[in-house]
């Protein structure tokens, strides 16, 4: 008896859930979708039930443009400062934790991460990479007050997912 009870120690077997975690590469190409200029496509990752897109005019009402020289989404700046901009929204079950933005310029950049304030993006060779974000929406604006337009070549998006639960067992 004494022996099984060791046994039974030693097998002893928890249960957890856990969070996967992944990414998703968006770039831009020919194509149309509802307004007939761009569409996202994914290089890397899955988006279908993942995240979901939508972009904005700048505050002159400029549409976001597609380069098609360029493989790359034209964000126009506003002397005001607002910019035209790209969101990011997870999907139930899904939390942004990061990104990697890589532009062709980089001009004055902020992200909003879910309801929180604008911060500014630092580049390092027309790259800006943001961790330690816990949201389910991120915002991406051209911020710059001067004829600069935000040209992104691709934004690579981190995220954690609980909608897929597996059940790990434990050993002591």
Same mark, same amino acid.
């Given at each position: 008896?004494?022996?099984?009870?060791?046994?039974?120690?030693?097998?002893?077997? $928890?249960?957890?859930?856990?969070?996967?975690?992944?990414?998703? !590469?968006?770039?831009?190409?020919?194509?149309? %979708? *509802?307004?007939?200029?761009?569409?996202?496509?994914?290089?890397?990752?899955?988006?279908?039930?993942?995240? +979901?897109? +939508?972009?904005?005019?700048? *505050? *002159?009402?400029?549409?976001?443009?597609?380069?098609?020289?360029?493989?790359?989404?034209?964000?126009?700046?506003?002397?005001?400062?607002?910019?035209?901009?790209?969101?990011?929204?997870?999907?139930?079950?899904?939390?942004?934790?990061?990104?990697?933005?890589?532009? +062709?310029?980089?001009?004055?950049?902020?992200?909003?991460?879910?309801?929180?304030? $604008? !911060? $500014?993006?630092?580049?390092?060779?027309?790259?800006?990479?943001?961790?330690?974000? &816990?949201?389910?929406?991120?915002?991406?604006? %051209?911020? %710059?007050? +001067?004829?600069?337009?935000?040209?992104?070549?691709?934004?690579?998006?981190?995220?954690?997912? &609980?909608?897929?639960?597996?059940?790990?067992?434990?050993?002591?």
């Amino acid at each position: 008896m004494k022996n099984l009870k060791v046994l039974f120690t030693v097998l002893y077997v $928890a249960c957890a859930t856990t969070v996967w975690g992944a990414e998703v !590469t968006i770039t831009f190409a020919t194509g149309t %979708n *509802s307004n007939g200029t761009y569409y996202f496509q994914s290089i890397s990752g899955r988006i279908t039930d993942v995240l +979901s897109f +939508s972009s904005a005019k700048n *505050s *002159s009402s400029t549409n976001p443009a597609y380069n098609s020289n360029n493989s790359e989404l034209r964000l126009y700046y506003h002397s005001g400062g607002s910019g035209g901009s790209i969101t990011i929204t997870a999907e139930d079950g899904v939390t942004i934790t990061g990104f990697v933005l890589t532009t +062709s310029t980089t001009p004055t950049t902020k992200y909003t991460a879910g309801t929180g304030s $604008a !911060t $500014a993006v630092s580049y390092t060779d027309n790259e800006a990479t943001v961790n330690d974000l &816990s949201c389910s929406s991120l915002k991406i604006q %051209n911020c %710059n007050t +001067s004829n600069t337009q935000l040209r992104i070549k691709s934004i690579k998006v981190i995220y954690s997912s &609980s909608s897929t639960e597996t059940t790990v067992y434990f050993q002591s």
